[in-house]
């Protein structure tokens, strides 16, 4: 027992390993100049380190045609993650309460159409995206990529909370109706006030995603318009002849930041959520 014990904790400890090494050589280039990193190789560590790429990356850094850093990206990507998250973990909420709780012809196929979202490729849906962005004229717009991901979180938030609502006795709704209480009043008054638990797992997981969606952010815009995954993609079109690694691993890690936050002071909220409701 003991044996197989070390054995387990041995292979996590390289897989632990093995998924933090890159982290680490970002970290590391990060904190080193590109003229040290230039004259020696990207695996090595530093000689000195200097914090000054990580204001350069911010403000100064030159990606495709423009030279104003990584802010200006970093502002786009909350401006449209904040509101998407928001939107589509609340309409996610109200649909499952509905799917769940208000039990009417036909809710499982409902319930089956809105959760077939999650197991559509994102590319097939470019094509009806491109559409409805071009006829309410929201193309290349921060507020078209806020519609596209509170649509696409709906069928993910809807699963979640669905799946949540669903051991909520139902003679507390009852009780509620009895009292004269209706289905927006039974929402925010009782099922709101019981659904921090998935309602943090919803909330970190769009988040997320959403931060580091790709696709849509490269494919419907451009230019000041992008979120910082798709700027990323001119890290190596900087306009200069001369390498700057040390730059480019400090815009990567800023942009990794955000999400990197979220995961450490919501994980263990995140984890407590996906497994309330688990054991009844």
């Known amino acids: ?30 904190l080193r100049s ?11 560590w530093p000689t000195h380190l200097t914090f000054a790429n990580y204001p350069q990356a911010w403000n100064k850094f030159c990606m495709a045609e423009h030279c104003w850093g990584i802010q200006p990206y970093m502002v786009n990507s909350l401006t449209l993650t904040i509101p998407a998250t928001i939107l589509s973990t609340l309409l996610g909420a109200l649909a499952g309460y ?14 089956g159409l809105v959760t077939l979202g999650i197991f559509l490729p994102e590319q097939m849906k470019l094509i009806p995206w491109v559409v409805v962005l ?13 519609l596209i991901h509170t649509v696409q ?6 699963l979640f909370c669905r799946n949540y609502y669903i051991g909520i006795p139902q003679d507390l709704l009852k009780a509620a109706r009895i009292d004269g209480a209706g289905f927006f009043r039974i929402f925010w008054r009782i099922i709101l006030p019981l659904s921090p638990p998935i309602l943090i797992v919803t909330v970190i997981f769009q988040f997320t995603g959403i931060w580091n969606e790709f696709l849509f952010g490269v494919t419907f ?18 306009i200069t002849s001369e390498p700057l690694f040390g730059d480019q691993n400090a815009a990567v890690l800023i942009a990794a930041l955000p999400t990197l936050l979220v995961y450490l002071f919501g994980g263990r909220y995140f984890l407590r959520g996906l497994t309330a409701g688990a054991v009844k």
């Open 134 to 146: 071009r006829d309410l004229g929201l193309m290349n717009t921060i507020a078209g990529l806020v």
């Open 34 to 44: 590109n003229q040290e990193i230039a004259s020696s190789s990207l695996i090595a």
């Open 153 to 158: 979180g709906l069928s993910f938030t809807t």
């Open 98 to 111: 509905s799917i769940s709780l208000w039990r009417f012809r036909g809710d499982q196929l409902v319930f």
């Open 221 to 238: 815009t451009s230019g000041e318009q992008q979120p910082v995954t798709a700027a990323l993609i001119a890290l190596s079109a900087a």
């Open 1 to 30: 027992m003991k044996w197989s014990r070390l054995i387990v904790y041995g292979l996590l400890i390289v897989l632990a390993i093995g998924f933090l090494v890159p982290l680490g050589v970002v970290i590391v280039n990060s």
